[in-house]
């Protein structure tokens, strides 16, 4: 598969037509897509704005790449998840948000090989030490990860749940270099392609799924593998 790269996009207008194309049911995660799409294209740090972004046949999936290359996080055992436990076909994207006007933000939408992506993530993945909690009243605490269930628990009972989640590894520099490669690689890669195009490919594909499934009399599957849950918002 040749990576490309669609540039200054709508990004949740053609986030929505690749779900309309390949996601059957559960369509409504996208809803919380969107929510998480808005809520980190206002963000000043720019490592929200780098998510990747998973379109499956039963839901779909926003995910802070950062947190990604993070072991244990939600995130990165969400990447894995469908690769590993299921034959699903995965449709998977980088995307950096460059802002928003309005209800509508721009950016960068990148193909990724899935598989590929992975198989390498356990040799990228770095291990976390601390975690920076944030409550709505404006308190943050920042424990040992390994203490973070016992920490919240506490907490909880004097400053309520959580709004969001900051993880930091064991070492920043050695994350840091991880995703800035990342992304040199990624933009070095991918030749500029035109999503309409890319849509139009897409379309194709699943007209011969279809086909090869009435062929087969194969029924996709009903049942959601795993519930939707984004901690980190």
Request: hydrophobic share 30%; proline share 5%; net charge negative.
């Amino acid at each position: 598969m040749i990576p490309q790269v669609f540039r200054d996009v709508d990004i949740i207008s053609s986030l929505g037509k690749i779900v309309d194309l390949h996601t059957k049911y559960y369509k409504d995660d996208f809803d919380m897509d969107q929510s998480i799409i808005r809520t980190l294209a206002r963000s000043s740090d720019e490592r929200d704005r780098h998510l990747i972004w998973l379109c499956r046949p039963l839901g779909t999936q926003c995910l802070r790449e950062r947190d990604v290359f993070l072991e244990g996080t939600h995130e990165n055992s969400v990447f894995r998840f469908y690769h590993e436990q299921t034959k699903d076909r995965i449709l998977a994207y980088a995307v950096h948000l460059k802002g928003a006007d309005g209800s509508t933000v721009k950016g960068d939408i990148y193909t990724l090989d899935y598989a590929k992506a992975v198989e390498r993530l356990p040799y990228l993945s770095c291990p976390i030490e601390r975690v920076t909690l944030y409550y709505p009243d404006g308190n943050e605490f920042t424990v040992p990860y390994k203490d973070m269930h016992g920490a919240v628990n506490e907490l909880s009972k004097l400053h309520g749940d959580p709004d969001s989640f900051l993880y930091h590894p064991e070492s920043e520099a050695e994350l840091g270099m991880i995703l800035r490669r990342m992304n040199v690689n990624r933009d070095r890669r991918a030749n500029r392609g035109s999503f309409e195009q890319h849509i139009e490919d897409l379309q194709k594909e699943s007209l011969r799924r279809k086909l090869q499934y009435a062929k087969a009399e194969v029924k996709p599957p009903v049942q959601k593998d795993v519930k939707k849950d984004d901690p980190s918002l």
